[in-house]
């Protein structure tokens, strides 16, 4: 079972490139995010409601979720978002798997049965140079501009295994809906706001049916599901298998690139995804880890 969500897990987020990509043909980064996000919370308070999942009761688990929720997704997706104006996202998926090294020594500071192995250390390495191999043509930086944006994505991958980490270690007794809530909640007020100071009014946006599916595509599998299972299998399963899905996931996004946009697939893409692979065996299927 958790094999299997992990791999869910991977084609959710890997598709999720896809969407992004598509999105921002009509709407601003970061409104493009905030209205993903809003939206999310919306539908998780209604589950939470109606299925009456408990929220959390303590100041303690409240201020957890207040920092892992700006740190995921204020810092992290905004990020992201923001730097894809000036860098190609080959780059920034190369960029965005340095969340396997963050979480790998974050786990071993904070998570003492997590302990750092050179088998791990090789594995990472292995699968990174995975990433940079099928978008080395794309690991260029041409302006002022794209190497702020290469820092801010290198700054929003380690806010995003940092926030992992910290949910591992202290959430273990939270239900995912209401961690994703209370998550949301929290990180969604400083989005919002620089997407209305700096972006505009939202109804003046070009707001494309096209726009709109992307929109519910990412708040409903690339949020809500995805982050469902994943605070679900985190729980079960050590922090750097399942900070791996962050490898697996550009190799997916060529692969739906290529079938449903058109873009070539760069011819190293077998030997990259097969070291990536070869990466997630020695960690994640490693003798049933999972």
Same mark, same amino acid.
């Given at each position: 079972?958790?094999?299997?969500?992990?791999?869910?897990?991977?084609?959710?987020?890997?598709?999720?490139?896809?969407?992004?990509?598509?999105?921002?043909?009509?709407?601003?980064?970061?409104?493009?995010?905030?209205?993903?996000?809003?939206?999310?919370?919306?539908?998780?308070?209604?589950?939470?409601?109606?299925?009456?999942?408990? +929220?959390?009761?303590?100041?303690?688990?409240?201020?957890?979720?207040?920092?892992?929720?700006?740190?995921?997704?204020?810092?992290?997706?905004?990020?992201?978002?923001?730097?894809?104006?000036?860098?190609?996202?080959?780059?920034?998926?190369?960029?965005?798997?340095?969340?396997?090294?963050?979480? &790998?020594?974050?786990?071993?500071?904070?998570?003492?049965?997590?302990?750092?192995?050179?088998?791990?250390?090789?594995?990472?390495? &292995?699968?990174?140079? $995975?990433?940079?191999?099928?978008?080395?043509?794309?690991?260029?930086?041409?302006?002022?501009?794209?190497?702020?944006?290469?820092?801010?994505?290198?700054? $929003?991958?380690?806010?995003?295994?940092?926030?992992?980490?910290?949910?591992?270690?202290? $959430?273990?007794?939270?239900?995912?809906?209401?961690?994703?809530?209370?998550?949301?909640?929290?990180?969604?007020?400083?989005?919002?706001?620089?997407?209305?100071?700096?972006?505009?009014?939202?109804?003046?946006?070009?707001?494309?049916? #096209?726009?709109?599916?992307?929109?519910?595509?990412?708040?409903?599998?690339?949020?809500?599901?995805?982050?469902?299972?994943?605070?679900? +299998?985190?729980?079960?399963?050590?922090?750097?298998?399942?900070?791996?899905?962050? +490898?697996?996931?550009?190799?997916?996004?060529?692969?739906? $690139?290529?079938?449903?946009?058109?873009?070539?697939?760069?011819? #190293?893409?077998?030997?990259?995804? &097969?070291?990536?692979?070869?990466?997630?065996?020695?960690?994640?299927?490693?003798?049933?880890?999972?």
């Amino acid at each position: 079972m958790k094999i299997i969500i992990w791999l869910i897990l991977c084609l959710i987020w890997g598709t999720t490139w896809f969407f992004i990509k598509i999105g921002l043909r009509d709407l601003p980064p970061i409104s493009f995010a905030a209205a993903r996000f809003l939206l999310a919370i919306f539908i998780v308070a209604f589950i939470i409601y109606f299925r009456k999942i408990p +929220l959390p009761k303590t100041k303690h688990e409240w201020n957890l979720l207040a920092l892992t929720g700006i740190l995921q997704f204020s810092v992290n997706y905004s990020l992201v978002f923001w730097s894809e104006q000036y860098i190609s996202s080959g780059l920034a998926a190369v960029l965005q798997s340095m969340i396997t090294v963050f979480g &790998l020594v974050l786990a071993w500071i904070h998570l003492p049965n997590e302990r750092i192995t050179w088998l791990k250390v090789f594995a990472v390495l &292995l699968g990174m140079t $995975g990433v940079a191999t099928i978008f080395i043509e794309q690991l260029q930086i041409n302006s002022v501009m794209a190497f702020v944006g290469c820092v801010a994505i290198v700054i $929003g991958a380690y806010a995003a295994a940092q926030a992992s980490i910290l949910i591992k270690a202290r $959430g273990g007794n939270l239900h995912p809906a209401s961690m994703l809530f209370g998550q949301m909640t929290f990180g969604i007020v400083p989005v919002i706001i620089y997407a209305l100071v700096k972006e505009g009014n939202p109804l003046s946006f070009n707001w494309t049916w #096209q726009a709109i599916f992307c929109v519910f595509y990412l708040t409903i599998f690339g949020t809500i599901v995805a982050f469902w299972l994943y605070y679900w +299998l985190l729980s079960r399963i050590e922090s750097t298998s399942a900070m791996m899905i962050s +490898l697996v996931t550009p190799l997916i996004a060529v692969l739906v $690139g290529a079938a449903f946009l058109g873009e070539s697939l760069p011819p #190293q893409t077998i030997f990259g995804g &097969l070291l990536i692979l070869g990466s997630i065996g020695l960690v994640v299927f490693r003798k049933k880890k999972i």
